[in-house]
């Protein structure tokens, strides 16, 4: 049984409430018209058996997060969610929770739009070159209290001007709306991002499936063989995308030609 902690929008939560019914991984659903972040509410709350599968929705955010704290636009319209994850595998695959939450959404929207996206390494999900949406994972290793917070920030029905016209930005967004021609069934999108984040992380994460999370993962990108340059703290490499290795590292053939892997950077951009 979901427990539901909602505002008054009554059609998108019973909406969403029966559809997420069926869900084993979905066990409660705190739902907000306004929230500063979703991903710090979902830190906040108290590690305690329920604490998995807790699902934290806005239809707005004020002060929403991208990576490395960059701000993240959220009109109303959007999908901006954070689910809290308490891990039961090895730390050394919490790397890939965010590319099956990238995985998720990419598959969600084919779903429901017939749109094909392509994903950009490591966290991005991208329609016709331009970013629709954005995976953020905090986690927390302390021994008693593992947990890990998937954000994702979804462009759905809103105008991507928005966001263009708001912040500086590497690459261009876009909206599902726009690509689509008509608004999405937010209830119906959220409901299928969900699940499928269940099967991911159910049927191969936990159980360490990791290599065909990345295949899956590369067959759906298309940055392999581009030119790319990325700012690692305060150096710039610029090269050939070649592949990730088995940790989902990128691995890069610099101008010099020397093989380079990439774990961290601060900013990726293709040339």
Not at 103 to 121: D, G, H, P, R
Not at 144 to 160: D, F, P, T, W
Not at 164 to 177: E, M, Q, R
Request: charged residues 25%; proline residues 2%.
């Amino acid at each position: 049984m979901i427990k539901m902690e909602l505002s008054d929008e009554s059609s998108f939560k019973t909406r969403l409430t029966k559809l997420l019914s069926r869900s084993k991984l979905v066990k409660s659903i705190y739902f907000f018209e306004n929230l500063d972040s979703t991903q710090d509410y979902a830190n906040l709350l108290p590690h305690n058996d329920s604490l998995h599968g807790t699902l934290i929705i806005a239809r707005t955010q004020k002060m929403g997060k991208g990576r490395i704290g960059r701000p993240w636009i959220s009109p109303r319209g959007g999908l901006w969610m954070s689910i809290a994850l308490v891990p039961d595998f090895s730390i050394d695959n919490l790397l890939f929770t965010q590319f099956i939450g990238a995985l998720a959404v990419a598959e969600a929207i084919k779903e429901t739009t017939k749109i094909n996206c392509s994903l950009k390494w490591p966290n991005d999900v991208l329609i016709n070159g331009k970013k629709v949406c954005g995976i953020l994972v905090d986690v927390n290793l302390e021994s008693e209290k593992k947990r890990i917070i998937m954000g994702i920030g979804l462009n759905a029905n809103i105008e991507s001007s928005l966001i263009n016209n708001s912040i500086n930005v590497d690459s261009k967004a876009t909206s599902l709306k726009e690509e689509y021609g008509n608004d999405i069934d937010l209830a119906y999108i959220t409901n299928s991002v969900v699940h499928k984040i269940e099967y991911y992380y159910d049927n191969l994460l936990r159980t360490g499936k990791t290599m065909e999370i990345l295949d899956r993962w590369k067959q759906e990108s298309d940055m392999f063989g581009k030119r790319a340059i990325i700012y690692d703290g305060t150096q710039k490499f610029s090269g050939e995308v070649v592949d990730l290795d088995n940790n989902g590292s990128l691995i890069m053939r610099l101008d010099d030609s020397s093989i380079k892997k990439i774990i961290y950077y601060s900013n990726f951009s293709f040339l």
